[in-house]
């Protein structure tokens, strides 16, 4: 699996364009009658922000393989939950239903990757922009950026919940959990976590094609 990840095969040139191409048709896809139009927005705000910035981005400063490819399934996550809203997502409901839970869990994949993902992308950054090198410091700081960011988000949540009122439950997905929150974040660290355990290694080789010549 980590291979097939981190492959770096001439193709990979190509890829980002694919990609891109992909993300435009799930968003189209995402964007036809979603269950709450205003929900919509605000879910898919970071590709509509992000996306535009990797665009232009792209040749002064490509990102490894291996990071295009997760900031697409990033990507997939959010429009999915956007569609239908994240309490809503229907394989949510398969697993509840499975496992007899009692809340659907697609929300807590999206927190998860909400750490999972932006480890990857920070460690790319401070690899490349900074003089940070390989190692615990390296670790920690990957790791406080992301719980920085889970934080920063669950404001924009309550942010949204004093401007929204009861409009923006959708966005929230508390589904009646008061530990929601705690939970968002938790998530977000152990995401944040295993990339890093789990992907250091693919991630550097990975990030040796993008200096490399695509033949």
Do not use: K
Not at 30 to 48: D, H, N
Not at 49 to 72: E, H, M, N
Not at 126 to 144: D, I, N, Q
Not at 182 to 194: E, V
Request: aromatic share 12%; net charge neutral.
């Amino acid at each position: 699996m980590w291979t097939c990840l981190g492959m770096t095969d001439a193709r990979t040139s190509r890829e980002p364009h694919a990609l891109l191409a992909a993300m435009a048709i799930l968003l189209t896809w995402s964007g036809i009658q979603p269950f709450e139009r205003g929900t919509w927005w605000l879910e898919v705000a970071p590709i509509l922000i992000g996306v535009p910035l990797l665009v232009a981005t792209f040749r002064t400063f490509p990102l490894s393989p291996l990071l295009y490819r997760l900031l697409f399934l990033h990507g997939v996550i959010l429009l999915v939950g956007g569609h239908y809203t994240y309490a809503r997502v229907p394989i949510g409901f398969w697993v509840q239903d499975l496992l007899d839970l009692s809340r659907n869990h697609y929300d807590r994949i999206g927190h998860l990757a909400q750490g999972f993902i932006p480890a990857i992308l920070a460690r790319e950054i401070l690899l490349r922009r900074s003089p940070v090198p390989r190692g615990r410091w390296l670790f920690f700081l990957v790791t406080a950026v992301c719980l920085a960011f889970s934080a920063f988000y669950e404001l924009i949540e309550w942010w949204a919940a004093l401007v929204g009122g009861d409009s923006a439950e959708s966005f929230l997905g508390t589904q009646g959990d008061e530990w929601d929150t705690q939970w968002d974040m938790f998530l977000a660290l152990l995401g944040a976590l295993a990339a890093l355990l789990l992907l250091s290694r693919v991630h550097d080789r990975s990030m040796e094609t993008t200096s490399r010549p695509s033949g």
